[in-house]
């Protein structure tokens, strides 16, 4: 018998405090309740397991699920995972289906339309119908287990679920593929960069657009697609660009609209101390991923687990370890729509027709009010975005359609892959996820890139395409086959950290937009470099070298730059020529060391912020307008104007200083940030400018506003830090605006087949989200310390592990 339906939550609050509560931002313990958290040892009867289940748990609460049969494993995983991560897992579903305005009331609605726009729901339950039957089970058996820990703690629910009255729906087994369809979305990064260019081109026009688009270094500029904008009015024509560009940076802010910020490497046996391969992958995400362990007699996997989804993502079956990162793929486009309307009816112009936009109805359920009812309409290229009501443009939103394909069994098989061979034949076929999976095994590593990728008739996808014109329409996807890949290459070993990861005029188009490269480029240093084990792969992570100080040294040293501008410099006022002179020198001898303690470092991103605002405040400002928060926001998520005009560009636009009667250039531009760093720096830092330390301006805070709760709110002092956007031990900061960092959810991995038991994991945060636990926030010490946690799949080293004390689930009536 179906179990019943939890009732509907209660209003209480306002809707600030329940989306802040909800999300885990408001990480108020709720008056001691430690009752919503689950013993650790003892015996818990569940209806629905077969036999008795062990859960072991070592000191940082990760557990060891120990079971005969596969199905009561997948059960006790479901319990586990709703017993540590609950908030999380309901919170995802409720953004995946466009819900979060039950919690924060109307001003959640943008987010929601973007979302319904995207319709993950429709996309998961495709997903659900085409996977195998054998998958149907396993997820129905984890949510059977979820609903268990779901009703037997229903009276005493973790956190904010208790205090805000909301009683979470039950889970189903379409809800992990609805978690699996929202975690695909945030892989890949055009939306929001595509809102974000149309905010640009209402500030400085389609002629100057192509300068402030996204890339790679050695790219030209794209000019031919602003020439899509030409003759468009956008600010007249297209009334709700600023509330869509405000929901998709909220989007972005939470980690779902591109996700850059992963690395994962794999080394082979001559790269390797041992002679054995090794395997790391450095994640992060708006959610927190769970270190986990399943032993059964046939099967058994340790790594990285996301609640919810019943699937190791990352990690190690005794045989083969793999993990993931962005591809950073644009197989999202935006299609500009002409509109026209006659009362309810829309109608859209396609190549040269005007057809009807099919109308479906959406309910929002908004806290506080009234149930809010509107239509939403598709189109050929898929819905529009936000109210169009009056607009004679519109914007669809086309995603790769996923009739017929199996991810989620491909995933599953993934993790039971004993060789490479079995990991292509599985990575190949998953389609709805835009990923860079690098495998190994004791000889062998390899390289698949997964997802479906538009053919483009025409344009690269950078900026929203006409509607009304055929031309710019997809033709298929690109053959899996032509997909990247690679297996024991010479050098010994693969990298990928966000770059672009095939050569320019590959017969297939993975993206335009990369992150920068200087992470990847200073991973191929490091891996390249003499021979490998554990420990060295976790000094690499923790790297803090920027390469991207060595670029810039060049470009101040380039046969047409050295000269002017020296008479740049020497053009300033006396006091100005002065400090201009000093920085110079300083950041020539800078080694790109981002220490925290580093004088020099500081200096050099001091002019990193100078030198961007001196470029580009005066045609995109002031800081609080639109055009700048997305010329900032876009920074974040790839290659960026402004690192493409620090290196080259001598002949932009934007080098001109419009607020002054003559004509800047770029030494000019240099030559005033040169001196306005040391400015900034001694208003910020003292007199003293040997004593700056970058720590002191680069710092975590606590908790992390930008993403709204879906890891953990800690409250916490600032943390001094080094590194930036562009090291291997990322701390990307606004460039533009501030220096602040935040730590969102990360989880490191290590797999060394040179060692008794090869897999190691790290997490910045807690096993548990659950405020009232004592794993809530304990890994914070040990994510700054670097050390690792080991999970051992053979038998013999659990005890020395998890300890010999356990909680058994037994089955019940």
Same mark, same amino acid.
């Given at each position: 018998m179906a179990a019943p339906v939890l009732p509907p939550f209660r209003l209480r609050f306002t809707a600030a405090a329940t989306l802040l509560g909800m999300l885990g931002l408001a990480g108020c313990q709720t008056g001691g309740v430690r009752d919503s958290v689950p013993p650790t040892t003892g015996v818990q009867a569940l209806k629905g397991l077969a036999q008795n289940v062990s859960v072991r748990r070592n000191a940082l609460g990760a557990p060891l699920i120990e079971s005969s049969n596969f199905h009561d494993a997948l059960f006790s995983l479901g319990y586990v995972h709703a017993s540590d991560r609950l908030e999380q897992m309901v919170a995802m579903r409720l953004l995946a289906q466009g819900r979060l305005a039950e919690l924060a009331g109307s001003q959640a609605l943008p987010i929601d339309r973007l979302m319904r726009a995207a319709n993950l729901?429709?996309?998961?339950?495709?997903? #659900?119908? +085409?996977?195998? /039957?054998?998958?149907?089970?396993?997820?129905?058996?984890?949510?059977?287990?979820?609903? %268990?820990?779901?009703?037997? #703690?229903? +009276?005493?629910? /973790?956190?904010?679920?208790?205090?805000?009255?909301?009683?979470?729906?039950?889970?189903? %087994?379409?809800?992990?593929?609805?978690?699996?369809s929202l975690y695909a979305f945030s892989q890949s990064v055009n939306v929001h960069e595509e809102l974000s260019a149309l905010v640009l081109a209402q500030q400085v026009g389609s002629d100057k657009l192509a300068w402030l688009l996204p890339g790679a270094p050695d790219e030209p500029l794209a000019d031919a697609e602003p020439k899509k904008l030409k003759g468009l009015n956008l600010a007249r024509q297209l009334p709700g660009l600023s509330e869509l560009a405000a929901a998709s940076q909220q989007l972005a802010d939470l980690g779902l609209l591109g996700s850059p910020g992963s690395a994962n490497l794999a080394l082979g046996p001559q790269r390797s101390r041992s002679g054995k391969s090794l395997l790391a992958s450095d994640s992060r995400a708006s959610w927190a991923l769970s270190p986990v362990q399943i032993h059964t007699a046939r099967y058994q996997v340790g790594g990285l687990s996301l609640p919810g989804l019943p699937i190791v993502l990352a990690g190690y079956n005794g045989k083969l370890a793999w993990s993931s990162s962005a591809v950073m793929a644009d197989n999202q486009d935006l299609y500009l729509e002409q509109l026209r309307h006659a009362g309810n009816q829309v109608s859209y112009l396609a190549d040269g027709k005007w057809l009807a936009a099919r109308a479906r109805n959406e309910t929002f359920l908004v806290r506080g009010q009234r149930p809010q009812r509107e239509v939403m309409y598709d189109t050929r290229h898929g819905t529009l975005l936000g109210d169009t009501r009056g607009a004679s443009l519109g914007l669809a939103l086309s995603l790769p359609q996923l009739q017929g394909e199996r991810s989620l069994d491909a995933l599953f098989d993934l993790t039971r892959a004993?060789?490479?061979?079995?990991?292509?034949?599985?990575?190949?076929?998953?389609?709805?996820?835009?990923?860079?999976?690098?495998?190994?095994?004791?000889?062998?590593?390899?390289?698949?890139?997964?997802?479906?990728?538009p053919n483009r008739r025409e344009g690269q996808g950078l900026l929203p395409s006409p509607g009304w014109d055929g031309r710019y329409d997809w033709d298929g996807y690109a053959d899996p086959m032509l997909h990247p890949y690679d297996q024991d290459p010479p050098a010994g070993w693969i990298g990928h950290a966000n770059q672009r990861s095939l050569p320019r005029g590959y017969g297939m188009q993975l993206s335009s937009t990369w992150y920068y490269p200087e992470r990847a480029e200073r991973l191929g240093q490091l891996a390249g470099n003499g021979r490998h084990d554990s420990r060295s792969l976790m000094a690499l992570q923790n790297d803090q070298v920027t390469l991207l100080a060595g670029k810039l040294k060049q470009m101040f040293n380039a046969p047409g730059m050295a000269g002017p501008l020296d008479q740049a410099i020497a053009a300033l006022a006396p006091a100005q020529r002065d400090k201009a002179r000093e920085a110079l020198a300083r950041l020539q001898a800078f080694d790109g060391r981002l220490s925290p303690t580093s004088a020099d470092a500081a200096l050099y991103e001091l002019f990193l912020q100078e030198v961007t605002r001196q470029t580009f405040l005066d045609d995109l400002g002031p800081a609080s307008s639109p055009a700048w928060r997305a010329f900032v926001g876009n920074a974040r998520l790839s290659y960026s104007a402004q690192a493409d005009h620090l290196l080259g560009r001598d002949d932009s636009p934007f080098w001109d200083d419009r607020s002054t009667p003559?004509?800047?250039?770029?030494?000019?531009?240099?030559?005033?940030?040169?001196?306005?760093?040391?400015?900034?720096?001694?208003?910020?830092?003292?007199?003293?400018?040997?004593?700056?330390?970058?720590?002191?301006?680069?710092?975590?805070?606590w908790p992390a506003p930008s993403y709204h709760g879906l890891g953990d709110a800690l409250r916490r002092a600032p943390i001094a830090t080094g590194g930036d956007f562009s090291t291997l031990a990322m701390t990307p900061y606004a460039w533009g605006n501030d220096f602040d960092t935040y730590l969102p959810a990360s989880a490191r991995m290590i797999v060394d087949f040179g060692q008794a038991e090869p897999l190691q994991v790290l997490t910045s945060s807690g096993q548990s989200g659950n405020p009232d636990s004592g794993h809530y926030q304990d890994a914070l010490d040990a994510w700054f310390k670097g050390r690792f946690m080991s999970l051992p799949l053979q038998p013999q080293h659990f005890a020395k592990a998890y300890g010999n004390q356990r909680l058994t689930l037994v089955p019940g009536r």
């Open positions: 729901k429709q996309r998961a339950a495709q997903q #659900y119908a +085409d996977a195998s /039957p054998r998958l149907k089970r396993f997820f129905e058996v984890y949510a059977r287990g979820v609903n %268990a820990y779901l009703f037997r #703690y229903r +009276d005493r629910l /973790p956190g904010e679920l208790a205090s805000s009255g909301y009683r979470p729906e039950y889970w189903k %087994a379409e809800d992990s593929a609805l978690i699996f004993q060789n490479l061979e079995r990991a292509f034949d599985s990575t190949r076929e998953v389609a709805s996820a835009a990923l860079n999976f690098v495998f190994a095994e004791p000889e062998h590593i390899g390289w698949q890139v997964s997802g479906r990728y003559h004509k800047e250039d770029k030494p000019t531009i240099l030559a005033r940030s040169l001196a306005g760093a040391i400015d900034t720096g001694s208003a910020l830092l003292g007199a003293d400018r040997r004593a700056w330390q970058w720590g002191t301006l680069h710092q975590y805070r």
